[in-house]
């Protein structure tokens, strides 16, 4: 991993993977480690379709966030369990769009803290704080998001890759970490954008739980059915919820960053295995 003056103090955790620096590594990242980059080697023996999936989402971000700006007018945004700053970041996009679009970045991973802040150290109109997505009042009352969104106008909340992290077990969640703040705080016409890994198959799915929840993920794979029903009464958006790859699919956007070499054979294997894959989409508040 390559550290710097920002994160070189900061307490990483070597002992298990997280979430953040996996993800990370998948999408060409190079701030990670050996145990972050064991445990992708060893889900995708049984679960192939990972890498493409991962990066299948980050492409998503890249056009809801887009969508949300241009097309809409939304330009603050909320980005739960943001991971660690790689290409065309929520803020590069949004202010791509609109040089006046705020966002606060929230993940419970310090080293995002670090590399986050370094990142974002000359742009006022962002911010990078860590906490967890389960708290979404603590995450309301943070002085970044009190300076830097106005809940009196339309705001976006992003909850993309992450919702699988959100298990049924947990206190309120995942309904309380998904709909707090769409619900209770946000005014109508703000949206939520979210996904996660699903399986059609609940056992094919209790079976990748177990393996990431061993692996010290926390970890709940859905059926899109179930991933579905945390959002009644929001109205989505066109296409619908849908696997991400089939969410307005723009051939021209920007590339992402190559896969590691390790993970090469694993790329393009969703063109045929079709059984893990990326699903959400984009919901508006009406009222």
Not at 204 to 214: E, F, P, T, V
Request: some cysteine.
């Amino acid at each position: 991993m390559t550290t710097n003056e920002h994160s070189a103090e900061i307490d990483v955790q070597l002992d298990k993977p997280t979430s953040a620096r996996a993800y990370g590594w998948m999408l060409g990242g190079k701030d990670n480690y050996e145990v972050d980059r064991n445990s992708i080697l060893t889900v995708v023996q049984e679960f192939p379709g990972c890498v493409d999936i991962a990066r299948q989402n980050r492409q998503f971000l890249y056009r809801a966030v887009r969508y949300l700006v241009r097309d809409v007018g939304i330009t603050q945004f909320i980005d739960m369990g943001c991971g660690l700053p790689t290409d065309n970041n929520v803020h590069e996009v949004a202010q791509r769009c609109d040089p006046d679009a705020r966002v606060v970045y929230v993940d419970i991973d310090p080293i995002v803290l670090a590399h986050g802040r370094a990142l974002l150290a000359n742009n006022a109109a962002t911010a990078v704080i860590t906490a967890d997505m389960r708290e979404p009042e603590a995450i309301l009352e943070h002085q970044d998001t009190r300076r830097l969104i106005d809940f009196s106008e339309p705001v976006a909340v992003l909850f993309l890759s992450v919702g699988h992290h959100l298990q049924d077990t947990d206190p309120g969640a995942p309904r309380h970490a998904l709909r707090h703040i769409i619900d209770e705080v946000a005014v109508p016409g703000s949206h939520l954008a979210a996904s996660q890994v699903v399986i059609d198959d609940p056992v094919r799915g209790a079976r990748m739980s177990d393996k990431l929840n061993g692996l010290g993920v926390p970890w709940q794979t859905r059926t899109p059915a179930e991933f579905g029903a945390l959002f009644d009464g929001l109205q989505p958006v066109e296409p619908g919820l849908v696997n991400l790859k089939d969410w307005r699919p723009d051939p021209t956007q920007p590339p992402l960053e190559p896969v590691p070499t390790e993970l090469h054979r694993y790329v393009g294997i969703t063109n045929t295995n079709t059984e893990v894959y990326e699903y959400g989409g984009v919901l508006r508040k009406e009222a």
